[in-house]
Structure formats: structure tokens, C-alpha cells
């Protein structure tokens, strides 16, 4: 079992940057990829970046990539997700999310939004 709980949202001009942050707590968190994924009211949720369990590999959605980076501190327990060049259209909830590995296990995280673990949600909002 693994809870996630995440911070570093906010307030954010457009262009500005943010750094999300999301611990977890549990004992498979190393053996978890982790994910990032953001949703607005009235529209599906989006993913947003993924990374694997031995920090290996990393995936992008089109829209953020080159801007966002997504890590992870295994002996801290913790992923982040930094964000550049924001946009205001990029406003919206934040999730942080885990699925333990095992096949076929990340390309159902980032294609299909499938997850073991989910967090609350941090609220980014990036003003004009």
C-alpha cells in the first residue's frame, strides 16, 4: 500500500515555473513507477509525465514535454514534477499517481491512466 500526498502547487504567472512535489509513504514506493497527471473541471484527465521504478525511463505527454521534467528521489520516497514556461490554458488539479510494476504496467499508466495509488490533488493556477 502506498499513500501519495502532494504539495508545490499555486499561484503562477504565465511563463513562470513550478515545482511539484508528491511523498509517499509505504514500503513499494521504489518499486512503483510514478506519474503526474492534471485535470480541469469538465474535462477528462490528462496525463501529464511518467518515470519508472529505477528512474531509467521517463515519458512526456506532447504538450508538456520540454518544459516539464518529471524525477524521483527513491531514498526520500519523494517524485517531482518541474514545471516550466507554464501556460494559463495548464491551470488545473495536479495528481500524483503510482502503479506498482509488473507487465505491461507503464504502458497502461501513461496511455490509459491506469493506476494502483492516486493523491489528493494540488491546485496550480497559472495567470495571464
Known amino acids: 500500500q502506498v499513500q501519495l500526498v502532494e504539495s508545490g502547487g499555486g499561484l503562477v504567472q504565465a511563463g513562470g515555473s513550478l515545482r511539484l512535489s508528491c511523498a509517499a509513504s509505504?514500503?513499494?514506493?521504489?518499486?512503483?513507477?510514478m506519474g503526474w497527471f492534471r485535470q480541469t473541471p469538465g474535462k477528462e484527465r490528462e496525463f501529464g509525465a511518467a518515470?519508472?521504478?529505477?528512474?531509467?525511463?521517463?515519458y512526456y505527454a506532447d504538450s508538456v514535454k520540454g518544459r516539464f521534467t518529471i524525477s524521483r528521489d527513491n531514498a526520500k520516497n519523494t517524485a517531482y514534477l518541474q514545471m516550466n514556461s507554464l501556460k494559463p490554458e495548464e491551470t488545473a488539479v495536479y495528481y500524483c499517481?503510482?502503479?506498482?510494476?509488473?507487465?505491461?504496467?507503464?504502458?497502461?499508466?501513461?496511455?490509459?491512466?491506469?493506476?494502483?495509488?492516486w493523491g489528493q490533488g494540488t491546485q496550480v493556477t497559472v495567470s495571464t
Open positions: 499517481a503510482a502503479i506498482e510494476r509488473g507487465p505491461a504496467a507503464m504502458s497502461s499508466f501513461y496511455q490509459r491512466g491506469i493506476a494502483d495509488y
Open positions: 518515470i519508472s521504478w529505477h528512474v531509467a525511463t521517463t
Open positions: 509505504g514500503r513499494t514506493f521504489s518499486s512503483c513507477h
